[in-house]
């Protein structure tokens, strides 16, 4: 986290931790200017504690809701495990076809619109009953999909934010790679964290699901309850950090000429170099 030219490394030449948290926190603060960066950081930040609810709920439903066996659990593994694959072998003709913001935006309203349809095909009696073999089979195929959706959205969400290291040295001439990876960090870790929070509270304050339950005893006004909340209205919250990233600005030609202008200043720099040196 700190670097060599803190100063802390050496006794005779230390300002101080006082001062090296000053200046790491006005690199924070510097990198909290970039209007990419704000929008990409706090909309992923929300994406992030949705999915990481998501998740939490995810084990209650097959469990409950879905009534799944133990033995059928695996599957879901492999269905991640497919979809994480497909993501790796896609990701780059994707980002050489679409805009980096088109596809994440994407990745986030298919992964909603899949955990929609997937409580609402209940509700409107679509889908086969809880131990229908063929219910199986379609939760494998929907999990690759939200596999593959969420793997690609944190792979282009590391990839924007290395355009915004870019931009953020060719406009200040200050490289700070290492505050955005941070953010990056920040925001893969917070899935799990603000995950487990939120979905905490809700299960135990708003769906009321009771301690030690069995499957197939919990009574129907409380699953009804979490598969709203896990189904309809978590999903539907992913509108906002949608509307976030949508102002995201960095395009690819954008990209492409902010990268040609950093090339062409450390060629120049590296000829003064040289020159100095003869």
């Known amino acids: 986290f700190f670097q060599a030219e803190d100063g802390i490394r050496h006794f005779c030449l230390s300002r101080g931790l006082g001062d090296v948290y000053k200046r790491q926190m006005l690199r924070i603060i510097e990198a909290l200017k970039n209007f990419n960066f704000r929008k990409l950081f706090f909309g992923t930040l929300l994406a992030s504690a949705i999915m990481g609810t998501g998740a939490v709920f995810d084990t209650y439903m097959n469990v409950f809701f879905w009534e799944f066996p133990t033995e059928d659990m695996m599957w879901f593994s492999i269905a991640a495990m497919v979809g994480v694959t497909i993501?790796?072998?896609?990701?780059?003709?994707?980002?050489?076809?679409?805009?980096?913001?088109?596809?994440?935006?994407?990745?986030?309203?298919?992964?909603?619109?899949?955990q929609i349809a997937k409580v609402a095909a209940r509700f409107f009696e679509i889908l086969p009953e809880n131990g229908d073999p063929l219910l199986l089979q379609i939760f494998i195929i929907h999990g690759s999909l939200g596999s593959f959706f969420a793997f690609t959205f944190f792979i282009v969400f590391g990839s924007m934010m290395a355009d915004i290291a870019d931009e953020q040295e060719g406009a200040k001439d200050l490289r700070q790679e290492g505050?955005?990876?941070?953010?990056?960090?920040?925001?893969?870790k917070s899935t799990t964290a603000f995950g487990t929070i939120i979905g905490g509270?809700?299960?135990?304050?708003?769906?009321?699901?009771?301690?030690?339950?069995?499957?197939?005893?919990?009574?129907?006004?409380?699953?009804?309850?979490?598969?709203?909340?896990?189904?309809i209205i978590m999903p539907i919250l992913m509108v906002i950090p949608v509307v976030l990233v949508w102002k995201y600005s960095l395009s690819r030609e954008a990209v492409s000429s902010i990268q040609a202008g950093l090339r062409e200043r450390r060629t120049c720099l590296l000829y003064t170099s040289d020159a100095a040196d003869e």
């Open 87 to 114: 993501s790796l072998i896609t990701i780059k003709p994707l980002q050489t076809r679409f805009e980096k913001r088109d596809i994440f935006i994407t990745c986030m309203l298919m992964g909603s619109i899949l």
């Open 179 to 188: 505050v955005f990876s941070g953010g990056i960090t920040f925001s893969n």
């Open 201 to 231: 509270f809700l299960l135990e304050s708003v769906i009321q699901m009771p301690v030690g339950a069995v499957a197939g005893e919990i009574e129907y006004a409380t699953l009804v309850r979490m598969a709203v909340i896990d189904g």
